[in-house]
């Protein structure tokens, strides 16, 4: 819709002031003009790319024109899930929330919300990033990283990056949860 409003915008833009200007609005309509400019396009685009890409594209441009799959009371919906999940990680702590996340469709939180549990896509996205932060917090409770050093001593420790899906070298001091990075 917005962009329907842009495009009447702009042509309405060029008309005036082509009008006010004292142009003729018949000196505008070229339609050998768009046959050529919009033929160009389309052979250089064809050209240019494999037929399995032109495919998808003519298939993803009629796609546009279809209505979002996502209404306003799924994306309500999407807000109380996260709402849900995250009150109870503040009063349980943040690993009471890592069985919901490892088993969405046996979790009693995500149960509540039907449309985003059938939906493989939004599932996979949000449980991997709260995986991301469950993974975080509970790195020394997991591993036992930090229950093997002594009063001062400091341990180091191989730990998963999740930026750079890398394994980074960290410091645990003191039977404390912070890491730094080496």
């Known amino acids: ?42 052979g250089a685009f064809i050209t240019s790319n494999s037929l399995k890409v032109v ?7 009629i796609g546009l024109m279809k209505p979002s799959r996502y209404t306003r009371d799924t994306y309500v919906d999407l807000l109380k899930l996260i709402f849900d999940l995250l009150v109870k990680s503040r009063k349980e702590g943040l690993l009471a929330i890592e ?38 917090a509970g790195f020394d409770q997991r591993d036992g990283a930090a229950e093997s050093g002594a009063g001062g001593e400091v341990e180091g420790h191989v730990g998963f990056c999740s930026c750079c899906r890398r394994a980074v070298p960290t410091v645990w ?10």
């Not at 449309?115 to 932060?133: G, N, P, S, V, Y």
């Open 173 to 182: 001091r003191n039977k404390t949860q912070t890491a730094w990075a080496l």
């Open 55 to 61: 495919k998808a594209s003519f298939a993803n441009a």
């Open 99 to 136: 069985n919901d996340i490892e088993n969405p469709e046996k979790s009693n939180v995500f149960s509540k919300y039907p449309k985003i549990l059938a939906d493989h896509h939004m599932m996979e996205f949000i449980t991997d990033c709260l995986r991301l932060m469950v993974g975080a």
């Open 1 to 42: 819709m917005i962009a329907l409003i842009g495009s009447v915008i702009v042509v309405a833009s060029v008309v005036i002031g082509f009008l006010m200007a004292g142009g003729n609005l018949l000196l505008l309509w070229h339609p050998s003009e768009i046959v050529v400019i919009i033929g160009a396009a389309l």
